[in-house]
Structure formats: C-alpha cells, structure tokens
C-alpha cells in the first residue's frame, strides 16, 4: 500500500494542466483551460480545467476530478497505477510498507514472468519483421487474411519458425531462467529434460491486460497446416499471471473506445477482434472459445455498463448468446444480442462493410435480450402449454436477476407484451424464483456455519491490555449501520439524501472553517468549526448520514480537525479510498455562476456559514424524519411482519419515536438562536 506522505508528494508535485495536456489540446479561458471532453463525442470544447483548483471537469458528461481521478478514467487504471504513473512522470520514489519475505518472493517470481514474455513478445516481432521465414511465410498470411501492416503492429503480432526449440535456445542464451520459461507455458520439459518451444511454427497473438502488460500468448498454425491438425489454436497455459477465464483478448486495445462509446461489442475470436478493429470498430473484445465468467463481466464493467453480443447466426453462436446473458443481467449489464448473418462471423463480415455500413446493421438488427430470448424459445415452445409455461418461467428467472428495480419492471411489461400474459403472472413466477434463490443462500450459509466448529477464546490478561489506547468514539458513535427503515438501494430518489450531500458538500469544502463562538461555563469564547457543529448537532437528535460513504467522512474529519494544517478539502481530495476522493473532486469542481439578472457575484457560501449550515441541518433532519415515518408505515404492511406481533409492536413504537423527535426539533428549530 503507498503511503499516506507519497500521496501527498505525488498530488503537490503533479500539475492538473500538464497532465491532462498529454491527452486533450487545451486553450486558456481566464483563469481556467478549456478543451474537448476525452470522455465522449464532443462537438464543442465542454472539458474545465482549474489549474488553481487541481480539478477538471466536464459540464456535459459530468465526468472529472483531480489529476488521479483523470488518469484512473483516461486510462482505466486503479488508484494506485493512477497515482504510480503520476510517480513516474514526475521522478518520484513509491514508498510502500514492508513487504514480507513470502510476499517479496511472490512479487518477484510475477516480476520474472512479465520480464520472460516481454521479451518472448519482442523475439517473436523480430522473427516475423526480420526473419526470412517471418516475411515471405507469416507476413503473407496475414496479408492474405486481409489484416494491414498497421494494425499487425497495433496487436504486436508476431511468428515463430518452424525450428522446435529455436525460442528457447536463443532465451537461455541471453540469460532467462528456464524454470521461468516453463512456468510462462512458453516452453515445456520433454522426458529427457531437454525444452521444446510451445508455439513453433505459428503465428503469434500476444493477451495484454489493461496496462499493456504481455500477460501470455495464443499462436495459430497457418492455413496450409490446419488440415489434420487436431489444435489449430494453442494458448499460454495458466500461470501466476495469466488465467484465460480472467482475461480478454483486445482490452487493452479496447479501453479507451469502450469508455468513449459508452459500449463494448463481445466477439469470440482474436481474428474477429482485430478485423473489427481494421473496420473502424475499436470497442470489442473476445472471451476467445471459453465460457463466460464473472471476472470477464467485472472487468468490462469498470468501463461500461452497455454490452452488445456478437455472434455468428448459426446455432453455436446462438447457443453461446444464452449461455452468457444470465451471467451479464447478475452484474447489472444492459446487454443487447446481435447475430450476424448464417454463414458469416464478425471477421469475414468486416471485410465485406465499412464501419459505417457495420454500424448501420448492428443498430437495425440487434435486440434487447429481453425480445431476443423470447422470440427464440418461442420457436421452440410454439403452442404446447407445457413449454409455454416452461419459457415464462425461464424468462421470469432472468428477468428477476437484474439488480435494478426500475430497468427490471421494464422488462417484466415488454415480456408480457411479447407472450401476450398479464405481467403478474411474470412477477409472481419473479418472486418465487427469488425466493428460492435466497432459501439457496440461507441454506448454504447455515451448511457452512455448521461445518466450522466455534473457537472458544479466552480473553486477554489484563497486563496485555494496560497500553490499548481507547477507542475514539463510543461504539454508539461509531456505528456503521443506521437504524432505519429507509432502503439502502435507490436512496437517491428520495428528498433528505439530496439534503445529505449538500452537508457533506458543506463539510468538505468549509469542513474546518469556524462559524460560530460559543460561550463556555468560564465567560470565554470558543471558536466552533463547521465539522464540530455538523457532528454535534446530529448527535444531540441521535441522527446520523444514511450513506454508510457520508457517515465515513464525519468520522474521519472529527478525527483529524485539529492536526496540525488540516483542511477538509485537502485532506479528502488526497484520501486513499478513490470512492472518497472522487466524492470529493465532485462536490469541489462546481464553478460559482453569476446571477443573471444584475450580473453581479452571488454571496459566497464561505461568507454565510453561520445561516447557511444550520439552515441545511434543519432540512435535512426534517426531510430524513418524514421519509424514515412514511418507511416505518410500509414495513408495518409487510406479510412477514404483519405475522410477527412483536415486530410489530417494535416498529410501532419506532414510528411513535420518531413522532417525538419531530415535535421536539420543531420546536428547538423555533427557538434557535443563531450566534454570529
């Protein structure tokens, strides 16, 4: 983990308008530097720069932040490769805690892997640039494959002759370890010991992960060679670094279009990729021949959350559209399914279109999933009930994987629109399969409790325990969970969460500024922060921020008010968790408008702080108390509930609570004296 000082030093040293220079061509606007947004197709420069800020923003798509948070969109790198590539820029040393000798060994071996198929990666491009073999034998396949010389440099392919041990002499030569080697699958041990080259005689297709890495290899033996041939396709075997079912072939080619376009095309083969890519098409990838998995899902949904399945028409690529659609709905993916013509696949189809004409066929011809599954096991139920009955329940299984509420109700109306059924029919089918799913999941937590036996501690001796510091907070004031009835999923509709952000706005750009004096027992004034009056204030009706995120950052600026030169601002923009940093970089990057019918400067929030933050406290608490009231009513109405009377009596003397603490901050709420 880098440190908290490295942090500090990357962030002071990396400036906002040389970094995002290297990607976007900027011209100063006053005091600010505009450009075209990276992040989508824009027609007119919409992307902010505040080089006194460290922010950017752009007011059409939303997207920005500080220098990391552009680097991690740019180029889809984590936190900390963001802020690694920022060291490097700028010369800066990473330092990281100790690592353990078993992890130190763990990191080197990985290292050793990378460094053996960097160079297998560059061997394998001069044999085909350089070699005899290479130009008048690989180069013409691939010319005859119709792939271009640019877009053969683009992937980085590469060939290996037919010598069948030629690779690893020529690695042992220069020093490579040969355990490394055979652990990359580059190479493998015969029965006398001797090594034999995996991939002599083909041409070479190099798996990159999204930092561009070579994580391993696939290698195709030529045209002229495949008859007979049992494996036309070989791959790099699993390794420390490289598992196929994790990975896609072209994602690190593929990156910055699917961000761009807001979509991903998922094809099956390397060859698919690449022509769709000589096509014009850059956002697709290929899961090459194997089952879509979960980590193949959740790595493309760190750049989009829209997906189109292209596959070929014939029943092998139908069958290979449902497999994965059940997959996809589960991680919450808009999926969409495009099957091309029978006899073409997306290669042999690119060539025969522009990537005008492509575009054109895949917006005619492609369906929501919802409409493509349908229609297809309607062909196969056709007017037997039995298989009717079978493909509502199918479909309802489907459909009630869809994490979202909005987009599944959606669904469950077009379904019921296709199979001419009332849409209850397909709730009802919704809720059992959900119910069957969560007694799955109940069943096979109480397996797993039962086959973990207790571990009976006894607690430590006191003389153990003399240097514990105690905890900051009272567990009470820690708690992560807030009792409520309000939901956790879809709190953004509701009225009090807007309130909330604008407190956690207030908090984090005006977080240590004081706003008011309080006079203590003694006669003396003391300066009181927003952070300490924000805190106090939901402690005093025992109110805490429903966002577990929101709840987070109070603690953490209670904690680290009074460090020396702390400021809320700084602090949270350099904050290790991305999540809390981005959430800063948003609330800090709006820009101050003025006010159009005088032209004159709206009164900055910092100059009224003392009516400003009580003003949103009382909002917020009010709006908070009429949600979880109307929250505490439904759940009263649930079955489950309404059979349980001492739940009942718990939630209604909830609800009478809650009446109590309204009245009360009514009143106070009249009686406030605001101090200036």
Same mark, same amino acid.
């Given at each position: 983990?880098?440190?908290?000082?490295?942090?500090?030093?990357?962030?002071?040293?990396?400036?906002?308008?040389?970094?995002?220079?290297?990607?976007?061509?900027?011209?100063?606007?006053?005091?600010?530097?505009?450009?075209?947004?990276?992040?989508?197709?824009?027609?007119?420069?919409?992307?902010?720069?505040?080089?006194?800020?460290?922010?950017?923003?752009?007011?059409?798509?939303?997207?920005?932040?500080?220098?990391?948070?552009?680097?991690?969109?740019?180029?889809?790198?984590?936190?900390?490769?963001?802020?690694?590539?920022?060291?490097?820029?700028?010369?800066?040393?990473?330092?990281?805690?100790?690592?353990?000798?078993?992890?130190?060994?763990?990191?080197?071996?990985?290292?050793?892997?990378?460094?053996?198929?960097?160079?297998?990666?560059?061997?394998?491009?001069?044999?085909? +640039?350089?070699?005899?073999?290479?130009?008048?034998?690989?180069?013409?396949?691939?010319?005859?494959?119709?792939?271009?010389?640019?877009?053969?440099?683009?992937?980085?392919?590469?060939?290996?002759?037919?010598?069948?041990?030629?690779?690893?002499?020529?690695?042992?030569?220069?020093?490579?370890?040969?355990?490394?080697?055979?652990?990359?699958?580059?190479?493998?041990?015969?029965?006398?010991?001797?090594?034999?080259?995996?991939?002599?005689?083909?041409?070479?297709?190099?798996?990159?992960?999204?930092?561009?890495?070579?994580?391993?290899?696939?290698?195709?033996?030529?045209?002229?060679?495949?008859?007979?041939?049992?494996?036309? +396709?070989?791959?790099?075997?699993?390794?420390?670094?490289?598992?196929?079912?994790?990975?896609?072939?072209?994602?690190?080619?593929?990156?910055?279009?699917?961000?761009?376009?807001?979509?991903?095309?998922?094809?099956?083969?390397?060859?698919?990729?690449?022509?769709?890519?000589?096509?014009?098409?850059?956002?697709?990838?290929?899961?090459?021949?194997?089952?879509?998995? #979960?980590?193949?899902?959740?790595?493309?949904?760190?750049?989009?959350?829209?997906?189109?399945?292209?596959?070929?028409?014939?029943?092998?690529?139908?069958?290979?559209?449902?497999?994965?659609?059940?997959?996809?709905?589960?991680?919450?993916?808009?999926?969409?399914?495009?099957?091309?013509?029978?006899?073409?696949?997306?290669?042999?189809?690119?060539?025969?279109?522009?990537?005008?004409?492509?575009?054109?066929?895949?917006?005619?011809? #492609?369906?929501?999933?919802?409409?493509?599954?349908?229609?297809?096991?309607?062909?196969?139920?056709?007017?037997?009930?039995?298989?009717?009955?079978?493909?509502?329940?199918?479909?309802?299984?489907?459909?009630?994987?869809?994490?979202?509420?909005?987009?599944?109700?959606?669904?469950?109306?077009?379904?019921?629109?296709?199979?001419?059924?009332?849409?209850?029919?397909?709730?009802?089918?919704?809720?059992?399969?959900?119910?069957?799913?969560?007694?799955?999941?109940?069943?096979?937590?109480?397996?797993?409790k039962e086959a973990v036996p207790p571990v009976e501690m006894a607690p430590p001796p006191p003389e153990m325990m003399a240097d514990v510091p105690p905890p900051p907070f009272p567990p009470e004031?820690?708690?992560?969970?807030?009792?409520?009835?309000?939901?956790?999923?879809?709190?953004?509709?509701?009225?009090?969460?807007?309130?909330?952000?604008?407190?956690?706005?207030?908090?984090?750009?005006?977080?240590?500024?004081?706003?008011?004096?309080?006079?203590?027992?003694?006669?003396?004034?003391?300066?009181?922060?927003?952070?300490? +009056?924000?805190?106090?204030?939901?402690?005093?009706?025992?109110?805490?921020?429903?966002?577990?995120?929101?709840?987070?950052?109070?603690?953490?600026?209670?904690?680290?008010?009074?460090?020396?030169?702390?400021?809320?601002?700084?602090?949270?923009?350099?904050?290790?968790?991305?999540?809390?940093?981005?959430?800063?970089?948003?609330?800090?990057?709006?820009?101050?408008?003025?006010?159009?019918?005088?032209?004159?400067?709206?009164?900055?929030?910092?100059?009224?702080?003392?009516?400003?933050?009580?003003?949103?406290?009382?909002?917020?608490?009010?709006?908070?108390?009429?949600?979880?009231?109307?929250?505490?009513?439904?759940?009263?109405?649930?079955?489950?509930?309404?059979?349980?009377?001492?739940?009942?009596?718990?939630?209604?003397?909830?609800?009478?609570?809650?009446?109590?603490?309204?009245?009360?901050?009514?009143?106070?709420?009249?009686?406030?004296?605001?101090?200036?």
């Amino acid at each position: 983990m880098i440190d908290q000082p490295t942090i500090d030093r990357i962030l002071d040293a990396a400036q906002i308008v040389d970094v995002v220079s290297e990607f976007v061509t900027l011209r100063k606007r006053g005091v600010n530097f505009v450009g075209l947004c990276p992040f989508h197709d824009d027609k007119t420069p919409s992307f902010y720069v505040s080089p006194s800020k460290g922010l950017c923003k752009c007011f059409a798509c939303g997207k920005g932040g500080n220098v990391v948070h552009f680097v991690m969109e740019h180029e889809q790198m984590t936190y900390p490769e963001a802020l690694r590539w920022l060291a490097k820029k700028y010369n800066i040393e990473i330092k990281e805690r100790e690592l353990t000798d078993e992890e130190k060994q763990v990191q080197n071996v990985r290292e050793s892997l990378f460094v053996v198929n960097d160079f297998a990666r560059n061997y394998f491009q001069d044999i085909l +640039y350089n070699h005899a073999d290479g130009k008048s034998i690989a180069m013409s396949y691939f010319r005859q494959r119709g792939i271009r010389d640019d877009i053969v440099k683009k992937f980085q392919l590469g060939y290996s002759t037919t010598s069948r041990d030629a690779l690893a002499q020529e690695a042992l030569r220069k020093g490579y370890k040969r355990e490394f080697l055979i652990k990359t699958g580059l190479c493998y041990e015969k029965e006398d010991g001797s090594l034999r080259d995996r991939f002599w005689g083909r041409v070479i297709f190099p798996w990159f992960n999204i930092s561009g890495k070579v994580l391993g290899f696939g290698g195709r033996v030529l045209d002229s060679r495949t008859k007979g041939v049992n494996q036309k +396709y070989v791959n790099s075997p699993e390794s420390e670094i490289f598992s196929k079912r994790k990975e896609l072939y072209g994602i690190y080619q593929a990156k910055a279009a699917m961000v761009k376009a807001d979509c991903v095309y998922m094809v099956e083969g390397y060859t698919d990729v690449i022509a769709m890519h000589q096509c014009g098409l850059e956002n697709v990838v290929a899961n090459s021949g194997t089952a879509l998995s #979960e980590q193949q899902i959740r790595l493309l949904h760190r750049f989009t959350s829209n997906i189109t399945l292209l596959y070929d028409g014939d029943e092998a690529g139908i069958k290979a559209s449902i497999r994965g659609i059940d997959m996809l709905l589960a991680e919450g993916m808009n999926i969409k399914v495009l099957l091309l013509p029978d006899g073409d696949d997306p290669d042999s189809f690119s060539r025969k279109h522009n990537a005008a004409e492509f575009r054109q066929y895949i917006e005619e011809h #492609e369906e929501n999933f919802i409409r493509f599954k349908t229609n297809l096991l309607l062909k196969d139920a056709q007017k037997d009930p039995i298989k009717r009955a079978g493909l509502i329940s199918d479909m309802a299984r489907s459909i009630g994987l869809i994490p979202n509420d909005v987009i599944r109700y959606a669904c469950v109306k077009e379904c019921a629109s296709i199979l001419n059924v009332n849409e209850q029919i397909i709730l009802n089918e919704i809720k059992k399969h959900l119910l069957q799913r969560d007694d799955n999941y109940l069943e096979q937590i109480r397996k797993e409790k039962e086959a973990v036996p207790p571990v009976e501690m006894a607690p430590p001796p006191p003389e153990m325990m003399a240097d514990v510091p105690p905890p900051p907070f009272p567990p009470e004031e820690a708690a992560e969970i807030y009792q409520s009835y309000i939901p956790e999923e879809g709190r953004e509709k509701y009225t009090f969460y807007a309130k909330e952000q604008l407190l956690v706005k207030t908090l984090i750009r005006y977080g240590e500024k004081v706003m008011c004096y309080v006079e203590t027992e003694e006669n003396k004034e003391t300066p009181l922060t927003v952070i300490e +009056y924000i805190s106090t204030d939901l402690k005093q009706d025992e109110l805490q921020f429903h966002n577990p995120l929101h709840r987070k950052i109070l603690t953490e600026a209670e904690a680290h008010l009074h460090d020396p030169n702390f400021t809320a601002e700084r602090y949270f923009l350099a904050h290790p968790d991305p999540e809390i940093s981005k959430l800063a970089a948003d609330m800090i990057s709006e820009r101050y408008q003025l006010s159009k019918s005088n032209q004159q400067a709206i009164t900055k929030d910092e100059e009224r702080l003392h009516e400003l933050v009580p003003h949103q406290l009382i909002d917020f608490k009010f709006a908070i108390l009429d949600e979880d009231m109307r929250c505490t009513l439904q759940a009263l109405n649930r079955p489950e509930i309404a059979a349980n009377p001492e739940k009942c009596l718990e939630i209604m003397a909830h609800y009478k609570e809650l009446g109590e603490l309204q009245k009360m901050m009514a009143k106070r709420a009249g009686d406030r004296v605001v101090l200036k």
